[in-house]
């Protein structure tokens, strides 16, 4: 039911006082989320694990002043996320960012 993959970000950029990641879309969709909510859903291995009993459950509010210090296309299928508070390891695929709730 999914195409989502088969769209590809046209611009990425922080608005709101860099508190919000917005990605404009090929095929004009628009998404935004909030940094502190995309470093709540790191969805790497130290932050889900590998069982539910072992994902550090993240919220939002730990994170109330995150900042993206870097951000860098993997491939032409997702990114790699680098948050302030030095977590690099989250790759972001444009299918999960895309289906991703707006929430800013
Ligand atoms: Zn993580």
Redesign the pocket.
């Known amino acids: 039911m999914s195409d989502f993959t088969e769209a590809f970000p046209e611009s990425l950029e922080l608005t709101d006082n860099d508190s919000v990641l917005q990605i404009i879309w090929d095929d004009g969709h628009t998404s935004r989320h909030r940094l502190d909510v995309l470093r709540a859903e ?1 969805p ?1 291995a ?2 889900r694990g590998h069982s539910p009993q072992q994902s550090l459950n993240l919220k939002p509010e730990q994170f109330a002043q995150i900042k993206l210090t870097d951000l860098a296309p993997v491939g032409r299928y997702a990114y790699n996320l680098v948050f302030s508070d030095a ?1 690099s ?2 790759i972001y695929t444009l299918k999960f960012l895309r289906e991703l709730a707006n929430s800013a």
């Open positions: 790191c790497c130290g932050c977590h390891t989250g």
